[in-house]
């Protein structure tokens, strides 16, 4: 049975909980560097980033998921954790994780008012678009040689990202019923190496 780790320090953690339950997916909420032990792979939820940057120092989290990134353990960032998961940030803090070689922009869209709903293509999810939900949402500026984009606004920018185990998206797919995302974060368990088995 598979073990999917979700950060939960902070943040809209218990809505991945509730849509990975769905699938019959075993959970475990990380607060502590202990909760990383044995996990399949682990989700950065939704939330504020400076937040969670305070409190991955308290609990002493960035570095043990920067070494389960490293050995292959399939991690996924939603908003606030594709922000901690970048290795560039276009505003002075925090300081992010460095997992992917992405340049991102914090509320690229404006304030909270301008948070917004759109139907996006994604090939890795079949022929029917997904209902992509942005709020103070980030974009990435610069995209890495080997980051390759899975879906685009109309205007082009890159909205899910993946570069080998590591997945972002600039919006939130735990926050509609559609569980295609997630089905598809749980497939790169299946080509990850067993780096963080006993
Ligand atoms: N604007 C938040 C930040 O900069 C991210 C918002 C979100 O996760 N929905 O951290």
Redesign the pocket.
């Known amino acids: 049975m598979l073990t999917v780790g979700v950060v939960a320090v902070q943040?809209?953690f218990a809505k991945h909980v509730a849509l990975l339950k769905k699938l019959n997916v075993s959970t475990r909420e990380v607060r502590l560097p202990k909760d990383l032990e044995g996990l399949d792979a682990i989700i950065m939820?939704?939330?504020?980033?400076?937040?969670?940057r305070h409190l991955f120092d308290l609990y002493g989290l960035a570095e043990p998921i920067a070494a389960l990134a490293s050995s292959g353990v399939p991690i996924w960032g939603?908003?606030?954790?594709?922000?901690?998961m970048a290795s560039e940030l276009e505003?002075h803090r925090?300081e992010p994780l460095g997992l992917m070689d992405v340049t991102v922009s914090?509320?690229a869209y404006g304030r909270q008012v301008d948070?917004f709903v759109i139907d996006i293509n994604f090939p890795i999810l079949g022929a029917e678009p997904f209902h992509t939900v942005?709020?103070?949402?980030?974009a990435a500026t610069r995209i890495g040689p080997d980051v390759q984009v899975l879906g685009s606004l109309p205007d082009g920018t890159p909205v899910a990202l993946r570069q080998g185990n590591l997945l972002v998206t600039s919006f939130?797919p735990e926050l509609t019923r559609d569980t295609r995302f997630h089905q598809y974060f749980l497939s790169l368990i299946e080509q990850s190496t067993p780096a963080n088995s006993p």
């Open positions: 943040g809209d939820p939704g939330g504020e980033s400076t937040t969670f939603t908003c606030a954790g594709m922000i901690m505003d925090p914090r509320n948070s942005f709020i103070r949402a980030p939130h």
